[in-house]
């Protein structure tokens, strides 16, 4: 191939991939304890169905959904139930979470199982992705079951598999796609069979060779599905970027990928929805990369929604002397923490840990110096640079005229700024002091 | 100002003149009140009397407001806007009137308004106010409030090392804020830069 598909604009990070690529996904150990957080997704939050003292096993609904976007939450060990109170999420926030003590012998609930989902209709697919509390597992975590229901008028011709995974350090995708391509085609088959969509994509950045070759062999005798090695660059895995590398479709100003026709899931998500229809399995577990240089033995590992990131880091070595940052998510587009005891969730691609000589402060952040890097690299086509300094000024409408809601915040800019300006924290001021 | 698009305001401009145009030459023509009627009309005859009628009317009415504003003015002390023109104009309130205007009036007129109240004015303020309206000026101590729970730099501890936009509203877009204590001042001085007056400092 001549040119790899690919979008404007972009930045080119060291990516790090390979302290954890090679490392086969794990199984985290049985937790003592899981904190589960009734929101986890975008939307309504989950409405608590247990009180303090009952007994719940392995797959049991523990809070139900409370709106048409809303996700239902499952327990992911048995065990009793302590406590229904706040606690601090990796978003930053405090929301009230169910807190569940193991009884150490993991008794799961009678999932239903469906050998013969090929023949299952659109509703009841919906229904089961519903029902299992699956979202979007690339970080937003919007409801999947709602992103596969689009308005009558938006006519959906394409699903596109997310497995660019653009950010640096992580490989959970990687390692799924490696380790079981089968389930992420059947998935993507159950999520097109949903939308009534014949077409097919998985995008899968060209640093990945080996989970593009099993991709590959795994669509062998699939003709509607394809392929896409991309190029590897930074947000490469953005949902609107992944429609203009594949499909060469431009999603408008505030516009939404169903408005051209698309619709992407993550890798895991499609993993997710291939278990809950097929094996009647709800979402509560996900792979996590747990990377960097402030972490003893990275790894790749099945970690059950709940545990605590405390928990999972000492399972991978614990942190080396010196560890400064630890990041849910990766690091362009996560959230640092300021406490260990967090719960991973459904939206945890990975748990970042810097070591001193890789962290860079923007604590002695300058004026903009108007070097226009980071206009050259904002993959949206915005102006940062003007963003930040209405931002910085208090102009905050000037900014939203400036399309500032069509950052997504994906750090690029942050990322090239000489001046080490804080960017995307403009960009979020910015958006939390005017509507939309 | 109503805002009127230009189109409309050619239109209002069009029909006044045609308005203006009908009754002079209605009143030229002699139409009504029993006058001759004319059998032509002369264009430029009729634009000199319009021209003269209209001057004619606005001096009547000019003369007429003039002589209404000398007649019946109102008296007002002059000191009122001697006062007025020291106070710090932000209408706060603090004084305890609705605005500036209001407590110029007041202090002027009413022997128990203090000449000390006009907070954002401060001494050199009071001291004017006072020199104007003759009043006694007592000394006082300016009153400063002070955040006094244990929320302070000096007392509550910091969560994690916060770096980013120095803005509380930023700051606590960040896990909360980094301050240990959740009703705890953040500290980066949003309202010290937001108040005109500096009626808002930073310390501890
Ligand atoms: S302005 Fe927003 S979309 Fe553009 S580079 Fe910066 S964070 Fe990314
Ligand atoms: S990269 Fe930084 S310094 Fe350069 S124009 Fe953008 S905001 Fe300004
Ligand atoms: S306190 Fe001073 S500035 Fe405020 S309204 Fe009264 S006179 Fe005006
Ligand atoms: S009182 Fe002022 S400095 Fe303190 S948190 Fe509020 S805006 Fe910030």
């Not at chain 1, 402060?361 to 003007?386: F, H, K, T």
């Not at chain 2, 001697?82 to 932000?90: I, K, W, Y």
Request: include cysteine.
């Amino acid at each position: 191939m001549s040119k790899t598909a690919t979008f404007e604009r972009g930045i080119h990070p060291k990516y790090h991939k390979e302290l954890a690529s090679e490392k086969s996904i794990a199984r985290a150990a049985l937790p003592d304890r899981i904190v589960v957080p009734v929101s986890q997704h975008i939307g309504a939050p989950a409405k608590p169905e247990v009180v303090i003292g009952d007994e719940v096993k392995r797959g049991q609904v523990i809070g139900s959904t409370t709106g048409f976007v809303s996700s239902p939450i499952h327990s992911s060990i048995s065990g009793k139930v302590i406590a229904i109170a706040d606690f601090p999420t990796s978003v930053g926030k405090m929301v009230q979470s169910i807190v569940i003590e193991s009884d150490g012998k993991d008794e799961p609930v009678v999932f239903n199982e469906n050998p013969d989902y090929a023949g299952l209709s659109p509703d009841d697919i919906k229904t089961l992705i519903k029902d299992a509390g699956i979202v979007g597992m690339g970080g937003a975590a919007f409801p999947t079951n709602v992103k596969l229901s689009p308005p009558k008028e938006k006519r959906i011709d394409t699903v596109i598999i997310n497995g660019a995974e653009c950010e640096p350090y992580l490989t959970a995708d990687h390692r799924l796609m490696a380790e079981h391509p089968k389930e992420v085609v059947e998935g993507l088959k159950i999520i097109m069979k949903s939308l009534g969509v014949k077409e097919g994509h998985i995008g899968i950045e060209e640093n990945k060779p080996d989970a593009i070759e099993a991709m590959r062999s795994a669509v062998a005798c699939e003709t509607d599905i394809k392929i896409w090695p991309l190029e590897v660059k930074y947000p490469q895995g953005a949902e609107k970027m992944l429609i203009r590398a594949i499909k060469g479709r431009e999603v408008p100003s505030k516009g939404l990928p169903m408005d051209v026709g698309a619709v992407v899931q993550n890798v895991g998500t499609a993993l997710a929805v291939y278990e809950a229809v097929r094996f009647g399995k709800p979402l509560i577990e996900r792979v996590v990369t747990i990377t960097g240089t402030g972490i003893k033995e990275p790894a790749n590992m099945m970690v059950r929604i709940g545990t605590l990131m405390s928990d999972v880091i000492e399972q991978c070595g614990g942190l080396v002397e010196g560890a400064v940052k630890v990041i849910s998510g990766g690091p362009m587009m996560g959230f640092a923490q300021w406490t260990l005891d967090v719960p991973v969730v459904k939206g945890t691609s990975g748990i970042l840990v810097m070591a001193h000589d890789e962290y860079v402060s923007s604590d002695e952040y300058s004026a903009c110096i108007r070097c226009g890097s980071c206009i050259d690299v904002c993959p949206m086509g915005l102006n940062p640079s003007i963003l930040s300094i209405y931002a910085e000024k208090g102009f905050f409408e000037d900014a939203k005229e400036n399309n500032l809601f069509d950052c997504f915040e994906c750090g690029s800019c942050a990322y090239v700024c000489p001046a080490k300006r804080p960017m995307v924290q403009f960009m979020r001021l910015a958006k939390s002091q005017v509507k939309p | 100002m109503i805002d009127l698009n230009n189109r409309v305001k050619i239109l209002v401009f069009i029909v006044t003149a045609g308005l203006l145009l009908f009754c002079s030459s209605a009143l030229y023509a002699g139409v009504g009140g029993g006058v001759e009627v004319r059998e032509t009309v002369d264009l430029i005859e009729l634009v000199e009397f319009t021209a003269v009628f209209l001057l004619g009317i606005s001096a009547v009415f000019g003369m007429g407001l003039a002589f209404a504003a000398k007649k019946f003015a109102v008296k007002e002390d002059p000191r009122v806007d001697q006062v007025s023109d020291v106070l710090a104009h932000a209408h706060c309130g603090a004084c305890g009137f609705p605005g500036c205007r209001q407590y110029a009036e007041q202090v002027v007129l009413n022997p128990d308004v203090k000449p000390t109240l006009c907070t954002p004015g401060g001494e050199a303020t009071a001291e004017a106010v006072a020199r104007i309206t003759g009043k006694v000026m007592e000394q006082t101590e300016p009153r400063i409030a002070r955040v006094f729970c244990q929320g302070g730099c000096t007392k509550s501890v910091r969560r994690f090392k916060y770096e980013g936009v120095k803005d509380c509203k930023a700051a606590i877009l960040a896990s909360g804020g980094d301050k240990g204590c959740i009703y705890g001042c953040l500290g980066y001085g949003s309202c010290e830069r937001a108040c005109p007056f500096g009626a808002i400092s930073m310390n501890d």
